[in-house]
């Protein structure tokens, strides 16, 4: 069995020559960075692209949310579709070379996303988060209930550090997403190597 994967969002707080450079050091511990950057528009993501190629980080592993046109033109290895977003059928019948990911927050919505044909679906908040302040965390139980409920792998998301790690893949999910937890720690080399050995140390 592959380990649990460790995915690493960029928190749109970051300069870009400061959010390439982590990627570059960070990457061998991790399987995919997504690019997530509401504020910047396609030329700037376009340009953080190659920050991060620059970087010695694989196109395999860049995520580009929502922006199909820019990950289409840098040949990045997927998107990470929202509520919003085209539907997944539509993105994989035109891209079908992209790996797809679907942002959700319900058994509903992760329903949807792999009827879509979604590869993944990343679920949150699952723990309490101060990205998401003032809204009530999923908890491990509905953690449990959506990745038990679907047969694409189900990432979890919001609050998850390395000391709960481990109750979160035994809740069944087939991974993590971490935003400040490794790009805004004091040494995010470190963090992702912690987090990486959490997830490689369940079996």
Known sequence: ???????????????????A????????????????????????????VSLL???KVPLSKIIIND????????????????????PADIVKIQFPSFRVGCSVHSIDEAHIAQEQDA????????FPTQSKPGLV?????????VSHSVTIPVFAIGGIK????REVIEA????????????????PLEAAKEYYQKLTSIN
């Open 1 to 19: 069995m592959d380990h649990a994967k460790l995915h690493v969002i960029s928190t749109g707080r970051q300069k870009p020559e400061q959010l």
């Open 67 to 86: 922006r199909l046109d820019v990950a289409n033109v840098s040949k990045v290895g997927g998107v990470q579709l929202a509520y919003h977003s085209i």
């Open 53 to 55: 190629t620059d970087n």
């Open 119 to 126: 590869d993944y679906v990343i679920f949150g908040h699952v």
């Open 162 to 165: 390395p000391l709960n790690v």
């Open 172 to 187: 069944g999910a087939s991974g993590i997403a971490v935003m400040s937890g490794i790009l805004e720690a004091d040494n």
């Open 137 to 145: 965390s999923k908890g491990l139980e509905q953690l449990a209930t």
């Open 21 to 48: 450079e982590i990627a570059g050091a960070i990457h061998p511990y991790i399987d995919a960075i997504h690019i997530r950057e509401k504020s910047k528009t396609a030329i700037e993501i376009y340009r953080l």
